[in-house]
């Protein structure tokens, strides 16, 4: 090799070693520096508070249909809180004879304003009858314009009904040869029922095999302040163990 080609060959390798190796790495903020976070667009305005004066207007009215399913002589007082030209039949108003409104309920969130001072919301409903079982629930569309008396009710509509059956419940037990069972279900929750102080309710949803000689009955137990939104829930089965006489809750399910 030609001398020339040796001394240039030669000083290539001595300035590729003298490089680093691999790609050089992106610059690096200080460690004190802090990191500005990069928002975009506006944070969102938050949801206005409910107008105590339209909340009483919706609670008054649920609780007047309330009073009014307990004694119907307090109906009257329950249909002056519809607006002028505003028709429901009794059944619609305050609950089929024989049914009382145990519990109501609405989000404050749920109401929506419209024209004219107007506004609309969503409440739920639950009916007993008299034995206390709930036998039907409702959702309806409620709407609301202001009147001389404060705010009437100008429309009623239900968009939802269901009827919590208990036939249902029978069938399942006869299955399982334990109609003893639901009864006896059927009369401890009737006896809780009672007891109770203020406005309550329960449904049995089923009957259920648990084990030998055994049913599960899972129910639910509804309470609630008379006149006031909201209501408890207790989900707690009962477990039912068959005996020389019968059908007996067992202590844990109290």
Same mark, same amino acid.
């Given at each position: 090799?030609?001398?020339?080609?040796?001394?240039?060959?030669?000083?290539?390798?001595?300035?590729?070693?003298?490089?680093?190796?691999?790609?050089?790495?992106?610059?690096?903020?200080?460690?004190?520096?802090?990191?500005?976070?990069?928002?975009?667009?506006?944070?969102?305005?938050?949801?206005?508070?409910?107008?105590?004066?339209?909340?009483?207007?919706?609670?008054?009215?649920?609780?007047?249909?309330?009073?009014?399913?307990?004694?119907?002589?307090?109906?009257?007082?329950?249909?002056?809180?519809?607006?002028?030209?505003?028709?429901?039949?009794?059944?619609?108003?305050?609950?089929?004879?024989?049914?009382?409104?145990?519990?109501?309920d609405?989000?404050?969130?749920?109401?929506?304003?419209?024209?004219?001072?107007?506004?609309?919301?969503?409440?739920?409903?639950?009916? #007993?009858?008299k034995?206390? !079982?709930?036998?039907?629930?409702? /959702?309806?569309? *409620?709407?609301?314009?202001? +009147?001389a008396? =404060? @705010?009437?009710?100008?429309?009623?509509?239900?968009?939802?009904?269901?009827?919590?059956?208990?036939?249902?419940?029978?069938?399942?037990?006869?299955?399982l040869?334990?109609?003893?069972?639901?009864?006896?279900?059927?009369?401890?929750?009737?006896?809780?029922?009672?007891?109770?102080?203020?406005?309550?309710?329960?449904?049995?949803?089923?009957?259920?095999?648990?084990?030998?000689?055994?049913?599960?009955?899972?129910?639910?137990?509804?309470? #609630?302040?008379?006149?006031? !939104?909201?209501?408890?829930?207790? /989900?707690?089965? *009962?477990?039912?163990?068959? +005996?020389?006489? =019968? @059908?007996r809750?067992?202590?844990?399910?109290?």
């Amino acid at each position: 090799m030609r001398p020339v080609m040796i001394l240039i060959l030669s000083t290539v390798l001595v300035v590729a070693a003298a490089l680093p190796c691999g790609a050089p790495a992106a610059p690096r903020a200080p460690a004190d520096e802090a990191v500005s976070e990069i928002r975009l667009g506006k944070a969102p305005a938050p949801a206005p508070k409910p107008d105590p004066v339209i909340t009483r207007a919706v609670e008054r009215f649920l609780a007047a249909r309330q009073a009014a399913s307990v004694d119907r002589s307090r109906e009257p007082a329950a249909r002056r809180l519809l607006g002028a030209g505003t028709k429901l039949d009794a059944g619609t108003l305050i609950g089929r004879p024989g049914e009382t409104l145990v519990a109501f309920d609405f989000r404050d969130g749920g109401i929506v304003r419209l024209e004219s001072g107007r506004f609309r919301v969503p409440v739920y409903l639950l009916f #007993a009858d008299k034995q206390g !079982r709930i036998v039907e629930s409702r /959702d309806e569309a *409620l709407t609301f314009a202001g +009147g001389a008396g =404060g @705010y009437l009710c100008t429309s009623l509509k239900a968009t939802s009904v269901m009827s919590w059956d208990f036939s249902e419940a029978v069938k399942s037990a006869d299955r399982l040869r334990a109609r003893d069972a639901v009864e006896r279900g059927n009369e401890f929750l009737l006896d809780w029922a009672r007891r109770q102080t203020r406005p309550a309710g329960y449904s049995i949803e089923d009957v259920y095999a648990a084990g030998a000689a055994r049913v599960m009955i899972p129910c639910l137990r509804f309470t #609630a302040e008379f006149g006031k !939104r909201g209501y408890d829930v207790v /989900d707690s089965p *009962l477990i039912m163990r068959r +005996g020389p006489r =019968g @059908y007996r809750i067992e202590p844990a399910a109290n």
